[in-house]
């Protein structure tokens, strides 16, 4: 499939084409020529040409398919009107008449998505661009309409399959940190539910007997069927799991399925769709985990994968709960059943080289040792313990003597015959009848088995599945630790992220089990050649690698040495990959996520150059790795400044409110570093909710003097609910006014984050806050905001503000803003206002309050600071 960039320029080379070409028929089309009407009717993208008055001249095949809508239904009507809602009509005709009259590039740089409407009036996501064309001296212009639904769609998906695989690892870590088995298993019931969507989800375990089955969790079941107990057969579909599974089964509709039937409650509606999974263990498996749907379904491959790794990680989390069980039956059993336990039992004197009084038979059979030998020879225990833990067993002993302290350890021990195993060793102090000496009293018991399925859980919550290479959470916490420590070689290292070009086209044309194959080959291949060095799988074909003490000439050559072992590698397709190189040195004082953000940076360079290739990370100016650190630093030790900036009521020409701004000292020269200098570094690398936290912090003391205050929040913290909750406790603390606090989101910001902006806007109007949308004019989202979302101001553009005395579009738009704004009851602030002479034309079209250097220059905030003259 061709990439955006390749269609829009197609597109352009048409335009190009349509000055060489004769005339042919129809006024636009003999305008444009046969050439550029052949790639047109070819182009895949909806592409709408309007004249100077915003009116169709041309409506290709692709958008007649697109929008359902005929060449000549689209002719000659007003594009604006014809494929966009109602409410959009108006800033969509606007712009694109400014397109038409002020000379420049269009917007071929800078995409906008919009909701667009169908003939049928079902509404889809839309990419707009904008091409001025010259022709025969009049000015049209191309309007290119991408069908965005599928981009929407998969990012939608990238995204549900990232919390699915984190809440697989946060259920081996519950396991981990000792959760009981029923919790356990009704946390992975209620995930299935909420990541499936299904109506019934249970879990029947194998029952000791082997002959049966027991329901042993469930959602969507009645609470009285827990503990149903079913025949352990493969007519049922449990059954069937449990006895012939090795994968997921999936039923699309049990209408046709003949090898089982469901178990369904005895009220409500019979299973039509599920999906099935062998839970793994000891003794054939321990049971099966079934998700069920009432109405017929397709499950996806991620619903699959989903349910294979959940399946896994509940065997293994199983297997310890099973041994940690063996263990403690024993301990409740040791006094009536101890010639039976799989434990030893002994009592020894006090000490290290105390001697033996008795020793349980069971020595013989964990160990290999029989009682005798062991009494006769009181050092043969000690040689036992293995060399590495002998030293600190011996330790503990001592200090439990020492104390009177119970003993609790467990540490390795050397069989007879050579193999090692894992014991745990109790122990209490006592004194033994007739004679009043202090004895130890203990239990040893074979803890093999439960260590064996805790390495298991800690490993997959440290690897990734697929390749064995480190995921991205142990490897990021990794490099930190070498980072911050002294051991890194010459205090200096690279960052290699390695991306495989085009691993797509092979899951598509090859499937998904052959991109699988060659990720794990391509993962053994750069195992082999990073011998002790760190690397790890971070995403589905990217991998990362931490080369402590190299510069940049070794760091680019190891990179295309790595290239050129994949581009090496024989299969059915050619392989290829592009690398991004980050350089570090300890002072830099940045941290793992910073150096693989650098890293990827490049890497994204390295592709958008032709892909087989690397590129170094170099930054330009407050972009510099080292910069990173400077800027982490400035918020972990508040070199920060807060400036306010007036805002004007227009009415009576005094100042309503201040917009708080935020200034670093620079870290050499002490002076102070405008926000776009430092902003932006602070949000591509992760900081920015941490400097919206301390913004915030200051505007909530400056609120509760009575100040009228706003705050910018960035696109990062807008999903942060601590920023909220944080406010919501200042308020009740110190009983400031919420009305006081305004907060500010760009129009860009919100963009790519609509639910979570909705999310956002609900939790601060329950605060009682203010919510201003600013830069308003600068995307085409707004109005798709203003009617969704509870803002109470509209900050317009100064690039429209400034324009309102010479430009008719522009006072046009900043008239349109206002009547909007004062039908939905919002207030409208004038930015960049610089001009004198722009105040009366702004008071004309209504403005509320306006803002800019004529009604003073930024000033430190937290300073009492004088109000400014009045407006005249």
Same mark, same amino acid.
């Given at each position: 499939?061709?990439?955006?960039?390749?269609?829009?320029?197609?597109?352009?080379?048409?335009?190009?084409?349509?000055?060489?070409?004769?005339?042919?028929?129809?006024?636009?089309?003999?305008?444009?020529?046969?050439?550029?009407?052949?790639?047109?009717?070819?182009?895949?993208?909806?592409?709408?040409?309007?004249?100077g008055?915003?009116?169709?001249?041309?409506w290709?095949?692709?958008?007649?398919?697109?929008?359902?809508?005929?060449?000549?239904?689209?002719?000659?009507?007003?594009?604006?009107?014809?494929?966009? =809602?109602?409410?959009?009509?108006?800033?969509?005709?606007?712009?694109?008449?400014?397109? %038409?009259?002020?000379?420049?590039?269009?917007?071929?740089?800078?995409?906008?998505?919009?909701?667009?409407?169908?003939?049928?009036?079902?509404?889809?996501?839309?990419?707009?661009?904008?091409?001025? /064309?010259?022709?025969?001296?009049?000015?049209?212009?191309?309007?290119?309409?991408?069908?965005?639904?599928?981009?929407?769609?998969?990012?939608?998906?990238?995204?549900a399959?990232?919390?699915?695989?984190?809440?697989?690892?946060?259920?081996?870590?519950?396991?981990?940190?000792?959760?009981?088995?029923?919790?356990?298993?009704?946390?992975?019931?209620?995930?299935?539910?909420?990541?499936?969507?299904?109506d019934?989800?249970?879990?029947?375990?194998?029952?000791?007997?082997g002959?049966?089955?027991?329901?042993?969790?469930?959602?969507?079941?009645p609470?009285?069927?827990?503990?149903?107990?079913? *025949?352990?057969?493969?007519?049922? #579909?449990?059954?069937?799991?449990?006895?012939?599974?090795?994968?997921?089964?999936?039923?699309?509709?049990?209408?046709?399925?003949?090898?089982?039937?469901?178990?369904?409650?005895?009220?409500? *509606?019979?299973?039509?769709?599920?999906?099935?999974?062998?839970i793994?263990?000891?003794?054939?498996?321990?049971g099966?985990?079934i998700?069920?749907?009432?109405?017929?379904?397709?499950?996806?491959?991620?619903d699959?994968?989903?349910?294979?790794?959940?399946?896994?990680?509940?065997?293994? $989390?199983?297997?310890?709960?099973?041994?940690?069980?063996?263990?403690?039956? $024993?301990?409740?059993?040791?006094?009536?059943? +101890?010639?039976r336990?799989?434990?030893?039992?002994?009592? $020894?004197?006090?000490?290290?080289?105390?001697?033996?009084?008795?020793?349980?038979?069971?020595?013989?059979?964990?160990?290999?040792?029989?009682?005798?030998?062991?009494?006769?020879?009181?050092?043969?225990?000690?040689? @036992?313990?293995?060399?590495?833990?002998?030293?600190?067993?011996l330790? @503990?002993?001592?200090? !439990?003597?020492?104390?009177?302290?119970?003993?609790?350890?467990?540490?390795?021990?050397?069989?007879?015959?050579g193999?090692?195993?894992?014991?745990?060793?109790?122990?209490?102090?006592?004194?033994?009848?007739?004679? &009043?000496?202090?004895?130890v009293?203990?239990?040893?018991?074979?803890?093999?088995?439960?260590?064996?399925?805790?390495?298991r859980?800690?490993?997959?919550?440290?690897?990734?599945?697929?390749?064995?290479?480190?995921n991205?959470?142990?490897?990021?916490?990794?490099?930190?630790?070498?980072?911050?420590?002294?051991?890194?070689?010459?205090?200096?290292?690279?960052?290699?992220?390695?991306?495989?070009?085009?691993?797509?086209? +092979?899951?598509?044309?090859?499937?998904?089990?052959?991109?699988?194959?060659?990720?794990?080959?391509?993962?053994?291949?750069?195992?082999?050649?990073?011998?002790?060095?760190?690397?790890?799988?971070l995403?589905?074909?990217?991998?990362?690698?931490?080369?402590?003490?190299?510069?940049?000439? #070794?760091?680019?050559?190891?990179?295309?040495?790595?290239? $050129?072992?994949?581009?090496?590698?024989?299969?059915?397709?050619?392989?290829?990959?592009?690398?991004?190189?980050?350089?570090?040195?300890?002072?830099? &004082?940045?941290?793992?996520?910073?150096?693989?953000?650098?890293?990827?940076?490049?890497?994204?360079?390295?592709?958008?150059?032709?892909?087989?290739?690397?590129?170094?990370?170099? &930054?330009?100016?407050?972009?510099?790795?080292?910069?990173?650190?400077?800027?982490?630093?400035?918020?972990?030790?508040?070199r920060?400044?807060?400036?306010?900036? =007036?805002?004007?009521?227009?009415? !009576?020409?005094?100042?309503?409110?201040?917009?708080?701004?935020?200034?670093m000292?620079?870290?050499?020269?002490?002076?102070?570093?405008?926000?776009?200098?430092? /902003?932006?570094?602070?949000?591509?690398?992760?900081?920015?909710?941490?400097?919206?936290?301390?913004?915030?912090?200051?505007?909530?003391e400056?609120?509760?003097?009575?100040?009228?205050?706003?705050?910018?929040?960035?696109a990062?913290?807008?999903?942060?609910?601590?920023?909220?909750?944080?406010?919501?406790? !200042?308020?009740?603390?110190?009983?400031?006014?919420?009305s006081?606090?305004?907060?500010?989101?760009?129009?860009?910001?919100?963009?790519? @984050?609509?639910?979570?902006?909705?999310?956002?806007?609900?939790?601060?109007?329950? %605060?009682?806050?203010?919510?201003?949308?600013?830069?308003?004019?600068?995307?085409?989202?707004?109005?798709?905001?203003?009617?969704?979302?509870?803002?109470?101001?509209?900050?317009?553009?100064? #690039?429209?503000?400034?324009g309102?005395?010479?430009?008719?579009?522009d006072?046009?738009?900043?008239?349109?803003?206002?009547? +909007?704004?004062?039908?939905?009851?919002?207030?409208?602030?004038?930015? &960049?206002?610089?001009?004198?002479?722009?105040?009366?034309?702004?008071?004309?079209?209504g403005?509320?309050?306006?803002?800019?250097?004529?009604?003073?220059?930024? @000033?430190?905030?937290?300073?009492?600071?004088?109000?400014?003259? =009045?407006?005249?």
């Amino acid at each position: 499939m061709a990439s955006e960039g390749h269609r829009a320029r197609r597109a352009e080379r048409f335009l190009r084409l349509a000055d060489a070409e004769p005339d042919r028929t129809g006024e636009a089309a003999t305008r444009l020529g046969d050439a550029a009407v052949t790639l047109l009717e070819g182009s895949p993208v909806g592409v709408a040409i309007v004249d100077g008055s915003g009116d169709v001249v041309y409506w290709n095949e692709a958008a007649e398919q697109q929008f359902g809508l005929e060449r000549s239904r689209a002719i000659g009507h007003d594009l604006a009107a014809l494929i966009f =809602p109602e409410h959009l009509q108006v800033s969509v005709r606007a712009v694109l008449l400014r397109e %038409l009259e002020v000379p420049g590039e269009g917007l071929g740089q800078r995409r906008i998505e919009l909701e667009a409407r169908r003939a049928d009036g079902n509404e889809i996501p839309v990419d707009v661009a904008t091409k001025p /064309v010259e022709l025969d001296g009049s000015r049209w212009l191309a309007v290119y309409l991408h069908d965005a639904s599928e981009r929407s769609e998969r990012e939608r998906e990238l995204h549900a399959d990232a919390r699915r695989r984190s809440a697989v690892l946060d259920i081996g870590q519950v396991a981990l940190e000792g959760v009981d088995m029923d919790q356990l298993l009704n946390r992975a019931v209620s995930l299935v539910v909420d990541e499936l969507g299904v109506d019934r989800c249970e879990v029947w375990r194998r029952d000791d007997e082997g002959g049966t089955m027991t329901l042993r969790a469930s959602f969507g079941w009645p609470a009285e069927a827990a503990g149903t107990v079913i *025949p352990l057969a493969t007519a049922t #579909q449990p059954g069937y799991t449990l006895l012939r599974c090795q994968g997921a089964i999936v039923v699309e509709d049990f209408r046709r399925e003949g090898r089982f039937e469901a178990i369904d409650p005895e009220e409500g *509606p019979p299973t039509q769709s599920s999906i099935s999974i062998r839970i793994p263990g000891s003794s054939g498996g321990f049971g099966s985990l079934i998700a069920t749907a009432a109405a017929v379904r397709r499950f996806e491959l991620s619903d699959i994968s989903l349910f294979v790794s959940l399946a896994q990680t509940l065997g293994a $989390a199983i297997e310890r709960f099973v041994a940690n069980e063996t263990v403690a039956d $024993a301990e409740r059993q040791i006094r009536t059943l +101890i010639e039976r336990l799989p434990s030893i039992t002994y009592q $020894a004197d006090l000490g290290a080289h105390g001697e033996w009084h008795f020793i349980s038979p069971q020595v013989e059979e964990i160990i290999g040792y029989t009682p005798e030998e062991l009494m006769e020879d009181p050092g043969l225990w000690e040689r @036992a313990v293995h060399p590495d833990d002998l030293g600190w067993v011996l330790e @503990a002993e001592e200090r !439990s003597s020492a104390e009177g302290a119970p003993l609790d350890i467990a540490y390795r021990i050397r069989k007879r015959d050579g193999d090692t195993i894992w014991v745990r060793d109790r122990a209490s102090i006592g004194i033994a009848d007739g004679d &009043g000496r202090m004895v130890v009293d203990g239990l040893i018991t074979d803890i093999s088995e439960q260590k064996a399925a805790e390495d298991r859980l800690r490993y997959l919550a440290e690897h990734d599945e697929l390749t064995g290479l480190m995921n991205r959470r142990a490897f990021e916490s990794t490099v930190d630790r070498d980072l911050g420590s002294k051991r890194l070689p010459g205090d200096r290292g690279a960052m290699l992220i390695i991306d495989l070009d085009h691993l797509n086209r +092979i899951n598509d044309t090859l499937g998904r089990s052959t991109g699988d194959r060659v990720v794990a080959d391509v993962a053994v291949m750069l195992a082999d050649q990073s011998s002790g060095q760190l690397l790890a799988r971070l995403e589905s074909d990217e991998f990362a690698l931490f080369i402590p003490g190299v510069g940049e000439a #070794q760091a680019l050559e190891r990179a295309s040495s790595l290239l $050129a072992t994949i581009r090496s590698r024989s299969g059915a397709a050619d392989l290829t990959a592009s690398a991004g190189v980050a350089l570090v040195k300890r002072e830099m &004082g940045v941290s793992a996520t910073d150096l693989i953000t650098a890293a990827d940076i490049a890497l994204r360079q390295a592709k958008g150059a032709g892909r087989d290739r690397t590129v170094l990370f170099t &930054g330009e100016d407050r972009n510099r790795l080292e910069w990173v650190g400077h800027v982490r630093q400035a918020i972990e030790e508040g070199r920060l400044i807060l400036y306010s900036q =007036p805002i004007i009521d227009m009415a !009576s020409g005094i100042a309503c409110a201040e917009e708080l701004l935020v200034r670093m000292e620079d870290p050499t020269s002490g002076r102070p570093i405008a926000a776009g200098e430092f /902003v932006p570094t602070a949000e591509r690398f992760g900081l920015a909710r941490n400097l919206d936290h301390w913004v915030v912090s200051r505007a909530l003391e400056l609120i509760s003097t009575g100040r009228h205050v706003s705050a910018n929040i960035s696109a990062a913290t807008i999903s942060d609910r601590s920023l909220t909750e944080m406010v919501a406790e !200042s308020l009740e603390r110190t009983g400031a006014d919420p009305s006081l606090l305004t907060f500010e989101i760009t129009e860009t910001a919100a963009t790519p @984050a609509i639910e979570s902006l909705r999310d956002f806007t609900t939790r601060v109007e329950a %605060l009682g806050c203010g919510l201003s949308l600013d830069d308003v004019g600068t995307g085409f989202g707004s109005l798709t905001y203003l009617r969704h979302l509870p803002f109470t101001e509209l900050k317009i553009d100064m #690039q429209f503000v400034q324009g309102v005395i010479e430009s008719a579009a522009d006072r046009k738009i900043v008239e349109s803003l206002v009547d +909007i704004a004062a039908g939905l009851g919002m207030r409208t602030v004038a930015e &960049g206002v610089d001009n004198p002479a722009l105040v009366e034309p702004l008071r004309e079209l209504g403005v509320t309050c306006a803002q800019g250097y004529l009604f003073g220059r930024p @000033a430190p905030a937290m300073a009492t600071a004088e109000a400014p003259d =009045p407006v005249t």
